[in-house]
C-alpha cells in the first residue's frame, strides 16, 4: 500500500493485481499533471493494462463532440479524463467506468423520493433510517479504511499549495464545463437560483415600533424567513444524503466493479500490468475499501461476471481522444 500525493497504489484483493487510484480535483492543472505522469511512467515502462476514467459513454461522447481535438474548448477545459487518455496512447487500454449518466439521474430521483418520504415519516423510523445513512455512508465512503490504513487524507490535499493554488482555475472550469455540455441541467437551475433571491425584494417590509424603536417584521416577513430556514433545513438533508448515496455509494460500486473487471482481464491476459483510476477525490476512500475487501461485497454482485450496469465500457477507436 502506497499513498503519494494525491495517489493511492495497492493489490487488488481477489486478482492481485497492481492498481493506482489517482484523486483529482476536476479540472485542476495539478490534477491535470498528475493524471498524465502517472499514466504515462506506467505506459513507458510496459507496465500499464488499461485506464479506467470516470466518465461513461454518454458524457465521453459529450466530451468527444463539444471538445475534438485543437479546438479552442479543448483547451480551454482540458481535464485530467482527457489527460490521462492521451497519455496511454492506445484507445484498446481505455475504460469508461464510471454510471451512466442516464442511471444516475434515475438513482438520484429514488433518493430524493425516498428522503422525501423518511422525512415525513419521524415516528415511523424515517429519521432513524436518515441518521443511520448518514453515520454508515460517512464512515465507508469518506473515512473508508481510515488514515492509519492508508486512506487520502484531508491533509493530502489542502497540504499541496500547488493544488490549493489552482482551485480557482477548477471553480470556473467546472461549472462553465457543465454549462456548455449540460444546459438543460444549469439554466434551470440557475432560474431557480435566481428566483429565491428575488424573493425578499418582492415582500412588504414591516417597520419600527413607535414605543420600542425595535423593528417589527411584517407577515410576509415572517413568512419569507420561515421559508428561507426550511430551504435551509431541506438543503443539508437532502443533499447530504443525495452526495452520500446517489452521488457517492452507488457509483462507487460501479467504479469498484469497472476496475475489478479491469484486474480480471489483466490476470487473464498473463500478461499482467498495472490498472490507473482517475476519480475524483472523495470517490478514492470507498474505491479503495472495496477493493481491499475490508467491507461486505456486496458491490461485485456475486463476483465472476458481475460488472454491473454501465460500467467498464471500452473507447471505440472513433471516440478516442487523439492530442490536446
Not at 4 to 17: E, I
Not at 34 to 49: K, M, N, Q
Not at 234 to 241: C, G, K, Q, T
Amino acid at each position: 500500500m502506497l499513498r503519494d500525493r494525491q495517489s493511492l497504489t495497492f493489490k487488488d484483493r481477489a486478482t492481485g493485481v497492481d492498481v493506482t487510484l489517482v484523486g483529482t480535483m476536476h479540472y485542476n492543472p495539478v490534477s491535470i499533471e498528475l493524471a498524465s505522469s502517472t499514466v504515462t511512467r506506467l505506459r513507458e515502462a510496459d507496465a500499464l493494462h488499461a485506464v479506467v476514467l470516470e466518465s461513461c459513454p454518454s458524457r465521453w461522447k459529450k466530451t468527444q463532440k463539444t471538445q475534438p481535438p485543437g479546438s479552442f474548448l479543448r483547451w480551454f477545459l482540458y481535464n485530467e479524463m482527457l489527460a490521462a487518455a492521451d497519455a496511454a496512447g492506445d484507445p484498446a487500454k481505455i475504460r469508461l467506468g464510471d454510471q451512466r449518466i442516464e442511471d444516475l439521474g434515475s438513482c438520484a430521483k429514488r433518493t430524493m423520493a425516498d428522503t422525501t418520504r423518511d422525512v415525513l415519516d419521524p415516528l415511523g423510523g424515517g429519521w432513524a433510517r436518515l441518521v443511520g445513512d448518514w453515520r454508515e455512508g460517512f464512515q465507508r465512503e469518506i473515512n473508508g479504511r481510515g488514515d492509519a490504513r492508508g486512506n487520502l487524507r484531508a491533509a493530502d490535499l489542502w497540504r499541496d499549495v500547488a493544488l490549493l493554488a489552482g482551485m480557482p482555475v477548477s471553480l470556473f472550469r467546472y461549472p462553465m464545463a457543465w454549462a456548455i455540455k449540460s444546459p438543460k441541467v444549469i439554466v434551470p437551475f440557475a432560474a431557480f437560483v435566481w428566483g429565491i433571491e428575488r424573493i425578499p425584494q418582492l415582500v412588504h417590509p414591516g417597520g419600527v415600533d413607535a414605543v420600542t424603536g425595535a423593528y417589527v417584521m411584517s407577515g410576509e416577513e415572517r413568512l419569507v424567513s420561515a421559508l428561507f430556514l426550511a430551504l435551509d433545513v431541506a438543503e443539508v438533508v437532502f443533499i447530504s444524503r443525495l452526495f452520500l448515496k446517489s452521488l457517492l455509494a452507488t457509483r462507487n460500486d460501479v467504479l469498484s466493479r469497472s476496475i475489478r473487471d479491469a484486474c480480471e482481464e489483466a490476470r487473464a491476459s498473463g500478461r499482467g500490468g498495472a490498472i490507473v483510476a482517475v476519480l475524483g477525490a472523495a470517490h478514492l476512500n470507498g474505491v479503495q475499501l472495496r477493493l481491499m475487501g475490508d467491507g461486505d461485497d456486496e458491490w461485485w454482485a456475486g463476483g465472476e461476471g458481475g460488472s454491473g450496469e454501465g460500467a467498464g465500457e471500452d473507447v471505440a477507436p472513433a471516440e478516442a481522444p487523439s492530442g490536446r
